[in-house]
């Protein structure tokens, strides 16, 4: 079993849609990221959470460290939203290594 | 600033000959990573470097892959003799201790080996 697992795998939407991606994880961490790969395209961070919620936009992160879950939502998701979203999980001794899910490949459809 | 440079974007080369991946982080950043994605593995952990200094390479595959951090500014990942089984993107990433969202990565290099 993986440590991070995602689901779902692959999510398509039409835009306008609340979308939301989960992440479940088995260690205990410090810190949990989400981010997002365009295809072809590089990673950007979009948020790093230790607790509670943070949001950016119409993006909104979640975490609850009693269950080890996070969700990511996404607001009115437009096509732009399209991309891969990884959640990342970094341990509680070793800063800064990430240990990553297989992503949720997003798809919106105009 | 211009965030994490990697070069070259794009690397193909002939199985044996030796592969060098650069990364110049972001300036004043003092923690650096070296990933590599394939669609079989995803995003895997080769070896991270803290204040220049190699802290965990359990992720680098064999001795063909080496790494090194000269300085704060730069960093290489080298592979001799290289097989088609490396191809894939690798990136670089780097962050500084307790900065929250410091953590950024580079924009890959695409190494396809024939």
């Known amino acids: 079993k993986n440590e991070v697992e995602q689901s779902p795998q692959n999510l398509t939407a039409q835009e306008g849609e609340f979308i939301t991606i989960n992440c479940s994880y088995s260690v205990g961490i410090s810190a949990l990221h989400w981010l997002q790969q365009h295809p072809g395209g590089g990673i950007v961070s979009l948020f790093m959470l230790s607790s509670g919620k943070k949001k950016h936009g119409r993006l909104i992160a979640t975490i609850n460290i009693q269950e080890k879950h996070s969700s990511l939502h996404i607001t009115a998701s437009h096509p732009r939203d399209s991309a891969v979203y990884i959640c990342?999980?970094?341990?509680?001794?070793?800063?800064?290594?990430?240990?990553f899910g297989q992503g949720t490949i997003l798809t919106v459809h105009p | 600033d211009a965030g994490v440079i990697q070069s070259p974007r794009h690397e193909v080369t002939e199985m044996g000959q030796e592969v060098t991946l650069r990364c110049k982080p972001i300036s004043g950043h003092n923690s650096l990573f070296w990933y590599r994605q394939t669609m079989m593995r995803g995003l895997e952990l080769l070896i991270y470097?803290?204040?220049?200094?190699?802290?965990?390479d359990s992720g680098m595959p064999e001795d063909r892959f080496s790494a090194k951090m000269p300085n704060a500014s730069f960093s290489t990942l080298k592979i001799q003799p290289s097989e088609p089984r490396d191809s894939a993107v690798y990136f670089c990433?780097?962050?500084?201790?307790?900065?929250?969202?410091?953590?950024?990565f580079g924009s890959g290099t695409r190494l396809t080996v024939v």
């Open positions: 470097f803290n204040n220049n200094v190699p802290i965990d």
């Open positions: 990342a999980v970094e341990g509680g001794t070793s800063y800064g290594k990430l240990t």
């Open positions: 990433a780097s962050s500084l201790e307790g900065r929250v969202l410091s953590y950024t």
